[in-house]
């Protein structure tokens, strides 16, 4: 937002160095994002936030200068003559709408001569970016632009019956808005009408047909105060924003209206020639009381960690406008003015509570800290951490898997991600899930179609940031979430949990791309395939002491031959992982495991070790030419089995402490349907040394055993 310094220092007394006032000014919470010199004149670009439409011009920006710079503050100055004829006689008002409009003044001017503005008064608005129209139309955006008030000037010839009705819009009504488009209008919207029809959007545009032209002689000054919801649904419904809902839908003074209008009154009557009339109709509903609260130095001192003088804080809260009234030692009583109303948060009053002392509503204290604070100078609070009484709460069990999991999935390489909650419903059904079958549960108010249903798996949302990746260049992509996915729930859930989805949490992991080893000064790098993704949710499981078997499996979304569910030991399926199907590059590979499947720390898993045999152990491998369709896990289950139940010798079963798959062969040499699957096996005896001979001779047997269950048969 454009501010000028000269036009600020008719208000305050400026220092001269431009920069010096941009970095006063952001440390005290408006950050100055350029200065830029303009003939003799300098423009801050300031940074005003949402909740400070009160500094969205320049006597509001002027009150904070005044305060941080410790100088006066010069209000501008208003000389109106007003005539005989009284306002009240040539024009009425009619509020039937005191929601969406608790205040609308209006002031009627006589004999107007529309025409172009002096050379100041464009200069003012040409500084700011802003085009000058005419006398009339110029003098309100100028008093929007240095009070803050927005305003409209309408031609009171032009309304039926010299009546201004302040409703909700009817069914089939329109309005050609200033910008010449038709606006068809619905009852929700809040309007400004005549005795028979709309002329403005209250808040947002006048309308085409009361607008001031050259031949407007009499004109009626619209100051009000417009809800922001009311202005905000209209202005969206109808895709217009401009300077007055800017302001409107963050929260006008309400007690600005009758000075702005003033204001604008006389700058009209001394430019455009005019007779003001007396007075003005000002209609509003109940008046609400300004909020007050409590500020106490030793309370605002310890939270902000350093020592305030008094004599400061009671200067600055003036200064802002809160009318401190000292009423203890280092104690003060302070009233929130109107132009804060909408930023400095109080809780509500409720009669018949503890504090229902009065109709007042109560400021939070931490608002006020926040005002003594930004003015200090957040630069001069030391970078302290707060005491915090009594001890830390026992570590949930949850928390701790979590955290775990995340810290072994890191130390294999892969970076966290976090993806929205809701997908797209095609991408939902695209891959699978946990529980086949579920529906997705869609959202009452989705953002668009890519984003209206709720996740049933984290897969879809980390495929779509490795593929943002990789048409970005990135060699590899390795990143994992765990996060919440949603399903129906199963029967009636009890009390607040009744209208819940379930909610179970998921580790997901995508990997694909060409990586570094540990030889890569030579030039050597590796591609991730399955097996790495597969190695990752072992390590992952090790961690927690959890074996998980893979199980071939047909998965939607994955490639065909490529794809398996994962098995735990009771037999139920917690998770899966393949190669997903659809390539944009390099192949990925994505796998799900449900959290729950990870027992945590203190589950009473038996984690004791056994300590290595003191003699070497020996290596034997093994290659077995097997059906494709027969899965490792089928192999390994059959050894394991081979060595429980007797069928090795029971020195060989003894000896042999370790097994695995070493590597998959598919290609020349290979019969077409089969695979070659190399093993390693580990034999280490705890008496003694043995010898290749006797490991060859242990290991027949077993050879045999294996050849004859799984061997490759024509």
């Known amino acids: 937002m454009l501010f000028s310094r000269r036009w600020l220092a008719e208000y305050v007394e400026l220092p001269a160095d431009a920069d010096e006032l941009a970095r006063r000014l952001t440390f005290a919470g408006f950050a100055v994002e350029q200065v830029k010199a303009v003939d003799d004149d300098f423009l801050l670009d300031v940074d005003v936030t949402t909740n ?64 172009e503005s002096p050379a100041w008064l464009q200069a003012r608005l040409e500084s700011i970016g802003q085009r000058a129209i005419n006398n009339v139309v110029d003098v309100a955006n100028f008093c929007l632009w240095e009070l803050g008030q927005p ?67 009499d004109i009626l000054l619209e100051s009000a105060h417009f809800d922001r919801q009311a202005v905000r649904l209209t202005a969206r419904r109808l895709g217009i924003h401009t300077d007055a809902s800017h302001r409107f839908e963050r929260g006008a003074d309400i007690e600005a209206c009758a000075f702005a209008a003033e204001r604008a009154a006389a700058l009209i009557a001394e430019l455009a020639g005019g007779t003001v009339l007396a ?54 009583e302070v009233t929130v003015p109107s132009w804060r109303a909408y930023d400095i948060e109080a809780r ?70 976090i993806n929205f909650a809701f997908i797209d419903p095609q991408d939902d059904a695209a891959y699978p899930s946990l529980r086949p079958g579920s529906r997705p549960l869609a959202l009452e108010n989705p953002l668009s179609e890519r984003y209206s249903v709720l996740r049933r798996s984290l897969v879809p949302g980390l495929i779509d940031s490795a593929r943002f990746n990789q048409r970005r260049g990135a060699a ?49 790098r590796a591609e991730l395939d399955l097996f790495d993704l597969k190695g990752t949710l072992e390590s992952l499981g090790e961690a927690f002491g959890v074996r998980l078997e893979a199980r071939p499996a047909a998965l939607d979304g994955f490639l065909d031959g490529s794809a398996a569910e994962l098995v735990a030991a009771d037999g139920q399926v917690v998770g899966f992982f393949g ?42 491998d093994l290659t077995l030419t097997h059906a494709l369709s027969v899965p490792w896990a089928d192999i390994r289950a059959a050894i394991v089995a081979l060595a429980a139940t007797g069928a090795m010798e029971d020195e060989a079963a003894r000896d042999l402490v370790d097994f695995g798959l070493k590597d998959r062969y598919r290609g020349p040499g290979v019969p077409a349907g089969a695979v070659n699957t190399t093993l390693y096996f580990l034999y280490n005896s705890r008496q003694r040394s043995l010898t290749q001979e ?13 050849q004859r269950r799984f061997g490759w048969k024509e």
């Open 476 to 524: 590899a992509v390795r990143l994992f979430e765990v996060g919440s996915v949603f399903f129906e729930r199963a029967g009636r859930g009890e009390g607040e949990l009744a209208d819940l989805p379930e909610q179970p949490e998921t580790i997901a992991l995508v990997a694909g791309g060409t990586v570094g080893t540990p030889w890569e000064r030579r030039g050597e």
């Open 151 to 217: 305003m409209h000037a309408f031609d009171l010839a032009k309304l039926a019956g010299a009546t201004v009705v302040v409703r909700r819009a009817r069914v089939g009504e329109s309005l050609v808005t200033l910008d010449g488009q038709a606006r068809e209008l619905s009852p929700e919207m809040l309007v400004i009408a005549d005795a028979e029809r709309p002329v403005a959007l209250a808040g947002v545009l006048g309308g085409l047909d009361s607008e001031v032209t050259e031949s407007t002689t």
């Open 579 to 620: 190669q997903v199907e659809a390539e944009e590059g390099y192949p990925l590979f994505s796998a799900e495991l449900a959290a729950a499947a990870l027992a945590p720390p203190d589950c009473g898993v038996d984690l004791r070790v056994q300590l290595p045999s003191r003699f070497p152990g020996i290596g034997v």
């Open 279 to 332: 007075g003005a109709v000002d209609e509003r509903g109940a008046v609400r009381p300004p909020a007050r609260g409590r500020l106490e130095l030793a309370r605002l001192e310890a939270f902000a960690g350093a020592a305030i003088p008094p004599v400061d804080v009671e200067r600055w809260l003036a200064g802002l406008g809160f009318a401190p009234r000292l009423t203890g030692v280092g104690e003060w």
């Open 348 to 417: 509500p009053w409720i009669p018949g509570s503890a504090r229902a002392t009065s109709h007042v509503a109560e400021v939070y204290p931490q608002d006020l800290y926040e005002e003594v604070m930004r003015l200090f100078g957040f630069d001069r609070i030391p970078a302290a951490l707060p005491a915090l009484a009594g001890s830390d709460g026992h570590p949930n069990a949850a928390a701790t898997a979590r955290e775990k999991a995340r810290q072994r999935l890191a130390a294999c390489g892969y970076a966290e991600a």
């Open 694 to 706: 006797e490991v060859n001779g242990r290991h027949l047997a077993l050879a045999a055993e294996l």
């Open 52 to 115: 400070r439409p009160d500094c969205m011009n320049h006597f509001g920006l002027a009150r904070e200068l005044a305060v941080l710079l410790d100088r006066p503050l010069k209000p501008p100055a208003v000389a109106l003559r007003e005539a005989a004829e009284r306002t009240a006689d040539a024009a009425k008002v009619v509020l039937q709408d005191f929601a969406g409009c608790p205040r609308y003044l209006a002031r009627v001017i006589r004999g107007v001569r529309v025409g």
